[in-house]
């Protein structure tokens, strides 16, 4: 296939689009070929979810809580074994004709009734027991109706239901691509002088394969990114279809369905999926199997993985969108199609996906502080009376040190300021320890930071301080990100995580990673001194995560806003004690960004500024796991040094505050006399014109922003 042998950036390196439309054409049309192993992979998909169905609803391995869910995981199944006969009935399945009109007869829920009648009379035979029936002629007639019921009639009836709905036929997903289509020959058009109608479809949707939408999709994507600011300039993007407005209670009802639709996006869409991500999903689903026999209500976890993101075609089409958007300066597209024309760059845009989560999580959290404080840590809903024991909240506070550390030591010192280096052991252990914070992975985090402080309390700013204290805070991740934003993050050079395996690792393992490590970890842990499952996920589980959330939060918040500011007066950056208590050494702040790439974050040693972090990095180096630990003592001198000479005042030093929360306090004292040389309160009285640059990895652009 065209996309085993060259990238997207090789291709347009190779290739330009706009001087042969008719060759463009035919690069799409030989990346929606059909394949026999897509094809066989999807099928290998569907009979992997209806086994697990049968066995959730056959009652065979598990409690009957867990029928209903294996009922909807066989609806599921149902229905994209529907739209795979459907698939082959359009001649798009199979690159076999053959293949294709023998499944549009196979792949048809009719035969789920065929031989549930047929198995069923089977087993009421007396005389003779088909092999492999005698357990089930053994069942009473009660029974064997009851698993007719869950095992085919149930998941049928409510695979219809949702079919007469909104038919299994990937709409949304086909819509993304012809609007993509649309965009793209408006951009060929601008370059032949023709109008748009005078050129034919590039690709007509229905006939791409179900398993290749996502690479049609992200080959309109490379070639749109292949023309200039001028060309996209010219294109209308009214012109690319809106999504049709359904009647009030059919959307209501598309709106329920939605997490099943994203489920098959994710499963189905997928040309290439990565077997990392495979493997650590199977892991995941795993731990909630076992999970349920502790406490009945796990098996919801099963979904939390699909409530967010898009389908993969739905995200390069949207930064296609995105894309030409930023070239002429219009606000992001809604969701549903609509361009909100008048509205300023700023526009706040709900995401409603994290408002639910982090909503949910801090709620929840909320709640086992009222079931520790006020109910003696019995949790009157689900806790069976038993009450949370001081070895989990030891736990808790052990993994909240984890996490930290995996945020402070890892996601930032080193991913995103590289003050350090940290052979692959370290950094293993450090991404686990990132997991277990939960805060994104490192790629997304490392790359808004680099932004942030590229474009500190800017617009471009991710959490820009000028938006206000709540905004900073958490207001951030309520909405979507702006334009400014979204373009500082696509020019970020990222090629030194993109080479880093462990860390891309992570990035193929998301969600199912991280969750594991925030949530199931202490879960499970917590029942070897025979706690409850739902206690050590409640306590040292949501709490801990939520505590390690709000630390992380309050560096970009309370440290804009509160305390003083040493080394960088113009700056809005402070050194705060009180963050770096609960920041394990983060809230020295003000010294950070004066200096972003020197590894302690601080300028006084941790026996004077608390700064567990720093402790933890020089005992992996007295351990040989790191090295090349960065300093900017001498930068300071030069800095205060070019005070002296601007102002012609000496820089007067004190340090104020208890022990382990000093900080430093500086103030310029009386005009020197002319021929007095500059005095600085350095060791090495270094005086040099001008500061170290911060090394943020700004220079090149190392990810588009379809990965934003």
């Known amino acids: ?54 066995m959730l609803a056959s009652d065979c391995c598990s409690g009957r809580y867990l029928v209903p869910v294996g009922v909807i995981i066989l609806a599921i199944a149902a229905g994209w074994l529907d739209a795979i006969g459907n698939e082959c009935k359009q001649q798009r399945f199979y690159p076999s004709k053959t293949l294709n009109s023998m499944g549009k007869y196979l792949f048809r829920w009719q035969w789920i009734v065929f031989w549930t009648f047929a198995i069923f009379a089977l087993s009421q035979l007396r005389s003779w027991v088909p092999p492999g029936f005698a357990r089930l ?24 239901a949702c079919r007469a709905l909104e038919p299994f036929r990937f709409r949304r997903a086909r819509a993304d691509i012809q609007r993509a289509e649309i965009l793209v020959r408006q951009l060929a058009a601008t370059r032949t002088a023709s109008d748009i109608s005078a050129l034919a479809p590039l690709i007509e949707p229905d006939l791409v394969p179900l398993y290749k939408l996502t690479s049609v999709a992200k080959v309109l994507y490379d070639f749109a990114a292949s023309y200039d600011s001028a ?35 994710n499963l189905l869409l997928g040309e290439t999926e990565d077997l990392v991500l495979y493997i650590v999903a199977v892991l995941y689903f795993a731990l909630v199997y076992v999970g349920s026999d502790y406490f009945p209500w796990t098996p919801l976890t099963a979904f939390l993985p699909f409530l967010g993101p898009k389908s993969r075609a739905g995200r390069y ?74 070895e989990t909240i030891v736990l808790s506070f052990v993994l909240y040190l984890c996490g930290g550390l995996g945020i402070t030591a890892g996601a930032h010192r080193l991913w995103s300021h590289k003050s350090y280096k940290a052979a692959a052991p370290l950094r293993l252990f450090l991404m686990v320890l990132n997991s277990i914070a939960n805060q994104g992975t490192i790629w997304h985090w490392a790359r808004d930071h680099r932004v942030h402080h590229l474009y500190s309390d800017t617009a471009a700013d991710p959490h820009d301080a000028n938006r206000g204290f709540f905004f900073s805070h958490v207001g951030w991740l309520f909405v979507k990100k702006s334009k400014a934003v979204l373009e500082a ?33 202490p879960a499970f842990v917590s029942l070897q001194w025979e706690d409850s499952l739902w206690n050590g996920f409640l306590v040292a589980g949501v709490l801990k995560y939520v505590i390690n959330l709000n ?53 006084l040693g941790p026996l004077q500024q608390f700064n567990p972090t720093k402790v933890f990095i020089d005992t992996m180096a007295f351990l040989g796991l790191a090295w090349d630990r960065k300093r900017a003592h001498k930068a300071w001198a030069q800095r205060k040094a070019r005070w002296v000479s601007e102002q012609g005042r000496p820089v007067e030093e004190s340090l104020e505050g208890p022990p382990l929360f000093k900080h430093r306090v500086t103030t310029f004292g009386p005009p020197l006399p002319e021929d007095s040389p500059p005095t600085l309160d350095n060791d090495d009285g270094t005086v040099d014109n001008g500061d170290v640059p911060m090394d943020t990895g700004d220079a090149a652009v190392g990810t588009s922003s379809a990965e934003q």
């Open 317 to 390: 089409v949207r930064a296609l969108q995105e894309n030409i958007r930023l070239a002429q300066g219009q606000p992001a597209e809604k969701k549903g199609g609509m361009t909100p024309t008048g509205i300023a760059d700023d526009a706040l845009r709900l995401n409603w996906p994290m408002v639910v989560y982090i909503c949910s999580t801090h709620v929840t959290a909320l709640y086992a502080l009222l079931v520790l404080v006020a109910f003696g840590g019995v949790c009157p809903l689900f806790g069976n009376g038993k009450a949370v024991k001081s």
């Open 489 to 521: 993050g696509s020019k970020v050079n990222m090629s030194d995580l993109k080479a880093d395996p462990i860390v891309m690792f992570q990035k193929k393992a998301d969600p199912f990673w991280n969750l594991i490590w925030c949530f199931a970890l």
């Open 551 to 603: 630390a992380t939060w309050a560096v970009n918040s309370v440290v804009h806003a509160m305390g003083n500011r040493p080394y960088n007066p113009s700056h809005a950056t402070t050194e705060n004690g009180w963050v770096s208590l609960f920041a394990l050494g983060e809230g020295w702040h003000n010294w950070h960004h004066a200096f972003a790439w020197d590894y302690a974050t601080s300028e």
């Open 1 to 54: 296939m065209l996309r085993k042998c060259k990238s997207g950036k090789e291709r347009q390196a190779t290739f330009k689009p706009y001087e042969d439309v008719e060759k463009m054409a035919q690069l799409i049309m030989m990346e929606a070929k059909t394949s026999f192993a897509n094809a066989s992979r999807v099928m290998g998909k569907i009979i992997t979810v209806a086994v697990i169905g049968f």
């Open 231 to 265: 060309d996209k300039i010219k294109v209308n993007l009214s012109q690319s279809l809106a999504s049709p407005q359904n009647w009030s209670l059919q959307r209501l009802v598309s709106t329920v369905y939605s997490p099943f639709r994203t489920i098959a996006n």
């Open 137 to 160: 002629s053994q069942l009473s007639l009660e029974e064997q109706l009851w698993l007719v019921c869950t095992m085919a009639a149930a998941p049928l009836a409510l695979m219809l």
